[in-house]
């Protein structure tokens, strides 16, 4: 039993770890709505919903004012590396000077806090090309998603050492499964690719824009495997102050994913192909021997996640 905050909690990953820690615990949710719904939320009474967004300074201290929380998660974010190559500005107060007043409003009113856990990404290991990436591995944020989260990150890190805020954080690598929004064109792809096939099991004309030549790879992780991650670092002693990558550890190219989705559908989607995203990396996965040291193991690989995905989505 605790009290929970969860930024970014209507939202797929907030609301997948919301929905599970509200059999149990008291869950404060906030979201702006600007991806996330409220429909992702379960009915329960031990879970509450703000509408509003992390950059309302008014807002957060209300909040943080008014409750001892035991855990804090912060999703909310503009998950988007072209988004943020658009809209450098918007996506900074997001990314990132929302988090810098959370951990001061935390500094300020929770000193009982067990964890901050942030949401970092793998965009943080930009293009540099040795692969697995380890939490050790060369740096290269090359967009302002990258760098608002890894400076992020490590602000969320520094107050563990600077000040004796437990904290941690996690970077995700291509995080998918059910109640990922499909509706903006930077959505996951697998969230796309299945929007698509939807259609074309429906009968309707569908056809999904491949940007690049298919071969780049990816390290998806189903929805699962991230909570599993999750609740580890914000339990484990072992995990103040550290970085986590949350993958499988094994990456497929996109081509490969497209052939597991049509063979397990039994139905071929047309692919029209594109040139490839600016400042798309070409291949990624995570090493993640430092997540299986606080006891993780990945149970799906992307073949299984995605039978699972099919079959919640009513598609096998
Ligand atoms: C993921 C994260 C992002 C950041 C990044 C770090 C998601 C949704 N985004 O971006 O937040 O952490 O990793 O490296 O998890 N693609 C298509 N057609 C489409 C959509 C995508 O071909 O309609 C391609 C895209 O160009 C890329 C691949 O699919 O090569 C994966 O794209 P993504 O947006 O799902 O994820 P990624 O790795 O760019």
């Keep these: 039993m605790g009290k929970y905050l969860i930024t970014g909690g209507a939202g797929f990953i907030g609301s997948t770890l919301a929905n599970h820690l509200a059999k149990e615990n008291t869950v404060i949710v906030i979201d702006d709505l600007s991806m996330g719904k409220k429909e992702n939320l379960i009915e329960n009474s031990k879970l509450s919903f703000i509408e509003g967004s992390v950059t309302d300074k008014e807002l957060m201290s209300e909040v943080l004012s008014s409750h001892r929380f035991d855990y804090i998660f912060h999703f909310a974010a503009i998950a988007s590396v072209a988004d943020s190559v658009e809209r450098p500005v918007e996506t900074h107060q997001i990314n990132f000077e929302s988090v810098l007043m959370l951990l001061e409003l935390i500094r300020k009113h929770q000193k009982d806090l067990k964890r901050l856990v942030f949401s970092s990404s793998a965009a943080v290991y930009g293009d540099e090309p040795t692969l697995p990436k380890r939490e050790e591995s060369i740096i290269r944020p090359l967009t302002p998603y990258a760098v608002d989260k890894f400076a992020a990150e490590q602000y969320v890190l520094d107050y563990q ?62 929805i699962e495997d991230v909570i599993q991650a999750l609740l580890l670092v914000a339990g484990k002693e072992e995990a103040l102050g550290k970085q986590y990558n949350v993958g499988t550890g094994n990456a497929i190219t996109l081509t490969e994913l497209i052939e597991v989705i049509d063979e397990a559908l039994e139905i071929k989607l047309p692919v029209k192909y594109e040139t490839g995203r600016e400042g798309d990396i070409k291949d990624s996965v995570a090493d993640i021997s430092r997540l299986q040291g606080l006891g993780y193991r990945s149970n799906y690989s992307v073949q299984a996640g995605m039978k699972k995905y099919l079959v919640s989505e009513n598609l096998i």
Excluded: C, M, W
């Design 161 to 222: 050492h600077l000040y004796g805020i437990n904290t941690s954080a996690v970077r995700f690598f291509n995080v998918y499964g059910p109640n990922q929004n499909p509706e903006s064109p930077y959505s996951g792809v697998i969230s796309i690719l299945v929007d698509r096939y939807k259609r074309l099991q429906a009968g309707s004309a569908a056809q999904f824009t491949l940007f690049g030549d298919g071969s780049q790879s990816r390290d998806f992780v189903f």
